[in-house]
């Protein structure tokens, strides 16, 4: 038993796909702690990749001053902890996306408010 | 005729021996084992309950006479205060957000301490430490009580202190301490006590009530400080009941070592990651400082904590797993949480403000490893665009813990460019973590955690909203709706302080000078 009881004690996680009107995806910018932590949101698998860094990044990180800088052809892009070179008309299933999967992003180069990681 | 002879009075000790030891008996009708359940399942091996020494020998009726007496002096000075517009003499209207925090955040968990030692007040089978249970679940009421009286005089010229139980059962960043304690008291007494009288009460407790306390005095809010005082004693009790209870339990059998060994790396590491909200509060809430969040964990928890642990090495227990990581936080944690309830501020119900530039002079120094390099500039960012009219809020929301609920914006220890990243697969589904404190955590006991109540997640799943919100209707504002289910009340409960109506009415009362003088 997975957990100290005193009779049987089994329960479905509370988070389970099925609940949300889209699995979740967690972004986060890394070196970009302006955006104190990656950000949740709901977003469809079937959502292709270029879509994501055309509509869905933007309306999360535009107002940081090193948005509008960054060059995309040399974003690092990692799922989870493992790097990976993105398809951009593949979608997110495609490319191993799941359920609270983790998007983290790295811009060379820029590295927050005044080199602050910020 | 006989004379009738007086009985001698029984002395105090004779006394407490009749009204606890004296009142206990073995059942006969029904098994032991059956009348409590509740103190052997999670493997704790008692042999000798006689053995528990009690840590306070108080009987209920010297109990009633020391607390009354406290309470007389408090509700003076709490009515004093109020008479005197003393909510007007405090240093600037930027420190009642501290008290906020503290009705939202703290209070409730005396309530729920309350609950949980009355839980325990009958559940153990030996007498002596059911007493100590029930006194010490008297002491979490009053305090609840007189916390809520002390601010409630607060409550009727400031936004964000009207609706703390709804706060605390639904707000967001109160999932924390909520979950913190509901994880407590959910678990066997024997983890409970561990949990909160000896991981919470004694190694951790002055972490939380001497920085809100002398911050209190600091900063010339007298209610609060008296309550402080009037909690003292108690404090001072349950401190008593916590090492008592976790030497019991490692001399009573060596099989105990391994299991309060676990318990004691998991509440540690609990503990202080809920008291990232009194380190932010202290850096950073508090107009006239106290001390640095990093001076106060060297002076209470390094020092102190460290001869603890020596002197609990002879059972076999060494430091908290975690122990070295929250020691490197103590540069980061005040500041990164700061930053987040910056930029989240929208959603809560206190308000937050980019410091002044004496004061981020003030965190350069006593900062010297981590401020300027990583903390100072975005600071600055945040002024500047909030002068050019472009206060800064997060725009999303946050990927929390599973375990500790807080956002995950805690970095590596020894790498404060990194946040840090953990995730576990249990049942086909992906958890995240911001440690591996939290992951161990989780990974002792995944069915429980499984079931966090998640704020951010609840907010996709549309469980936070009101019955009547139309998701459907073209107009409909999702934010909006989510503070309206919070009872917040917007612009006035949330957001930036500078020119909120608790910044503007404190300027027009003539707050922050001598209340005799304001009001003439």
């Known amino acids: 038993m997975s957990v100290t009881a005193i009779g049987s004690y089994s329960f479905r996680p509370r988070d389970t796909v099925e609940k949300f009107p889209a699995p979740l995806l967690y972004v986060g910018w890394d070196e970009h702690m302006m955006f104190p932590s990656a950000l949740a949101l709901p977003l469809p698998l079937e959502t292709p990749f270029q879509q994501v860094i055309q509509q869905v990044l933007p309306k999360l990180y535009s107002q940081h001053p090193d948005f509008a800088r960054i060059d995309w052809a040399k974003v690092q892009w990692f799922r989870g902890g493992t790097l990976f070179t993105p398809k951009l008309q593949g979608t997110l299933a495609e490319h191993g996306f799941k359920h609270k999967s983790v998007l983290r992003f790295r811009t060379p180069g820029l590295e927050g408010l005044r080199g602050s990681c910020g | ?520």
């Open chain 2, 1 to 520: 005729m006989d004379t009738r002879v007086k009985a001698k009075k029984l002395g105090l000790r004779e006394r407490y021996a009749a009204m606890t030891r004296g009142l206990h008996w073995d059942t006969t009708y029904q098994p032991m084992d059956k009348v409590f359940p509740y103190d052997t399942y999670e493997g704790i091996k008692i042999h000798d309950w006689s053995k528990w020494e009690d840590p306070f020998r108080l009987t209920m009726d010297a109990y009633w006479k020391y607390q009354s007496e406290k309470e007389k002096k408090l509700y003076a000075v709490i009515d004093a205060f109020a008479q005197n517009n003393g909510q007007l003499g405090v240093t600037d209207a930027r420190y009642i957000n501290a008290l906020k925090l503290f009705i939202q955040g703290v209070t409730p968990l005396e309530y729920y301490a309350s609950r949980g030692f009355a839980h325990l007040g009958r559940h153990f089978r030996g007498d002596g430490v059911r007493v100590a249970c029930q006194l010490q679940a008297v002491d979490e009421l009053r305090h609840f009580q007189t916390e809520t009286h002390a601010i409630s005089n607060y409550n009727k010229f400031f936004n964000g202190m009207h609706n703390p139980s709804h706060w605390f059962d639904n707000m967001w960043y109160l999932s924390v301490p909520k979950s913190f304690f509901e994880d407590a008291y959910s678990a066997g007494p024997f983890e409970f006590l561990t949990a909160v009288s000896f991981s919470f009460e004694y190694v951790l407790t002055n972490l939380l009530f001497v920085p809100f306390m002398s911050g209190a005095a600091h900063n010339g809010d007298l209610s609060t400080v008296t309550f402080g005082f009037s909690a003292q004693s108690d404090e001072s009790r349950h401190m008593t009941l916590g090492i008592e209870s976790i030497k019991f339990m490692l001399e009573q059998d060596p099989d105990n070592v391994p299991i309060v060994q676990r318990w004691v790396d998991k509440w540690f590491w609990r503990g202080y990651r809920l008291l990232t909200l009194v380190a932010m509060m202290q850096d950073y809430m508090l107009p006239k400082r106290v001390m640095s969040w990093k001076e106060a964990w060297e002076m209470y928890a390094e020092s102190s904590g460290e001869a603890l642990f020596k002197d609990l090495a002879r059972y076999g227990i060494r430091k908290p797993a975690g122990w070295d990581d929250a020691c490197e936080g103590k540069n980061h944690i005040s500041h990164q949480s700061w930053n987040a309830f910056y930029g989240f501020c929208g959603a809560a119900a206190f308000h937050t403000w980019a410091p002044s530039t004496s004061e981020l002079d003030w965190l350069t120094q006593k900062y010297p490893e981590s401020f300027k390099k990583y903390y100072r500039p975005r600071l600055e960012h945040y002024a500047a665009e909030e002068a050019a009219g472009r206060r800064y809020y997060n725009q999303g929301l946050p990927q929390l813990c599973q375990t500790c609920q807080i956002p995950m914006f805690f970095t590596e220890p020894g790498q404060p460019r990194w946040i840090a990243y953990r995730e576990t697969e249990h049942e086909g589904e992906t958890f995240h973590f911001c440690s591996d404190h939290c992951q161990t955590i989780f990974e002792n006991e995944p069915d429980k955690f499984v079931q966090s109540w998640l704020p951010v997640h609840q907010i996709f799943q549309g469980n936070c909203f009101k019955p009547d919100a139309n998701p459907a209707d073209p107009a409909f504002n999702p934010a909006s709706a989510v503070l309206d289910y919070y009872q917040l009340n917007q612009g006035q409960d949330n957001a930036e302080f500078k020119g909120s109506p608790d910044d503007q009415n404190f300027q027009r009362w003539g707050g922050g000078q001598d209340p005799q003088e304001a009001q003439l």
